[in-house]
Nanobody, 126 residues
Framework: QVQVVESGGGLVLAGGSLRLSCTIS????????VGWFRQAPGKEREGLSC???????FYARSVKGRFTISRDNAKNTLYLQLNSLKPEDTAIYYC????????????????????WGQGTQVTVSS
């Protein structure tokens, strides 16, 4: 059984930083592409970033240059470093694992991901 558990969310002032973590068990983590999404109230789930088995990374335009995705295969853990946070970054952040080892052209599509965590709340105050 695959388990996906996010942590690291919280309340932060605008301009601040957070690091989100996601531990995935029950699948061959090192062979899977994994990514981060977020969903704000009343909005669709937004793909933020994806990292392939080979550590190739993809970012949404809205977060490129501020967020950094990384993975530690030895720990089966995915990370998202959030810097220069803005109030509009407030959302529930989700970690997800793809069905394959590459992110591909559709990396930001939720349907491409098979396993999801429960999410962690990030709130940025102005």
């Amino acid at each position: 059984q695959v388990q996906v558990v996010e942590s690291g969310g919280g309340l932060v002032l605008a301009g601040g930083s957070l690091r989100l973590s996601c531990t995935i068990s029950g699948l061959r983590f090192r062979d899977s592409a994994v990514g981060w999404f977020r969903q704000a109230p009343g909005k669709e789930r937004e793909g933020l970033s994806c990292i392939s088995w080979a550590h190739t990374t993809f970012y949404a335009r809205s977060v490129k240059g501020r967020f950094t995705i990384s993975r530690d295969n030895a720990k089966n853990t995915l990370y998202l470093q959030l810097n220069s946070l803005k109030p509009e970054d407030t959302a529930i952040y989700y970690c997800a694992a793809r069905r394959d080892d590459l992110c591909g052209d559709s990396w930001n599509g939720p349907l491409e991901y098979m396993y999801w965590g429960q999410g962690t709340q990030v709130t940025v105050s102005s």
